[in-house]
């Protein structure tokens, strides 16, 4: 089973704050994903990608900006932060190469901008 | 987005009662998952299929893409069942993009 996981797992900042969220997988796994999920609805999808240097927008990717450094590591940035952006954010990661898009999920990160 | 209807969205169970939970899709999906968000939070992979169904213990999933429906049972449930299930479909155009579900919020009771 894919290993995924996130840091930090609880993080506070202040209105217009730079927030950094952290994501590794040890897996080998091509592509990585990012979602929040907000109480009462299913998980959204932020950001994707399919490799190190790609990156690809998913269906909320308002005020968010993401980087894949390596294989291994994906990271999702706040330059502004807004207290709309407090939410549960999850990363997850799937190896599409073999033909299973089965996706793996980290513990998640919980973000409140206050 | 929308593409994913799931029901219901709460459920309470007594220990060694069994129920199912159902997501309804708006349009033909490849394949879905399901997960359990367990009481720290972590999202636990229950199923992941194409077709058909799948067993596991005492859950069980079934998938029919042409009737655009996916369903897992429970059965015989126990406490530590508790928790958010939610359904996640691909859709054909983009296998690596899910759509979920709302959740369903179980409650398994003494």
């Known amino acids: 089973e894919a290993a995924v996981t996130q840091s930090p797992r609880n993080k506070v900042t202040v209105t217009g704050g730079n927030v950094t969220l952290s994501c590794r997988q040890t897996?080998?796994?091509?592509?990585m994903y990012w979602y929040r999920q907000d109480t009462g609805h299913g998980l959204r999808l932020i950001h994707y990608?399919?490799?190190?240097?790609?990156?690809q927008i998913g269906d909320v990717p308002d005020g968010y900006k993401a980087t894949r450094t390596t294989q291994e590591d994906f990271f999702l940035l706040l330059e502004l932060a807004s207290p709309s952006q407090t939410s549960l954010y999850f990363c997850?990661?799937?190896?599409?190469?073999?033909?299973?898009?089965?996706?793996?999920f980290g513990p998640g990160t919980r973000l409140t901008v206050l | 987005g929308d593409q994913v209807e799931q029901s219901p969205s709460a459920l309470s169970l007594h220990e060694g009662t069994g129920s199912a939970l159902r997501c309804n899709f708006t349009?033909?999906?490849?394949?879905v998952q399901w997960f359990r968000k367990n009481s720290r939070g972590s999202l636990i992979n229950l199923f992941y299929?194409?077709?058909g169904t799948k067993e596991n213990g005492r859950l069980k999933s079934a998938f029919d893409s042409k009737e655009r429906y996916s369903t897992l049972h429970i059965r015989d449930a126990q406490l530590e069942d508790s928790g958010t299930y939610f359904c996640?479909?691909?859709?054909?155009?983009?296998?690596?993009?899910?759509?979920f579900g709302s959740g369903t919020k179980l409650t398994v009771e003494p």
């Open positions: 996640a479909a691909e859709v054909p155009s983009n296998y690596n993009v899910l759509y």
């Open positions: 897996n080998s796994h091509n592509y």
């Open positions: 990608s399919y490799g190190a240097g790609n990156l």
């Open positions: 299929l194409a077709s």
């Open positions: 349009t033909t999906m490849r394949a």
């Open positions: 997850a990661s799937s190896d599409a190469l073999t033909g299973g898009y089965e996706q793996y």
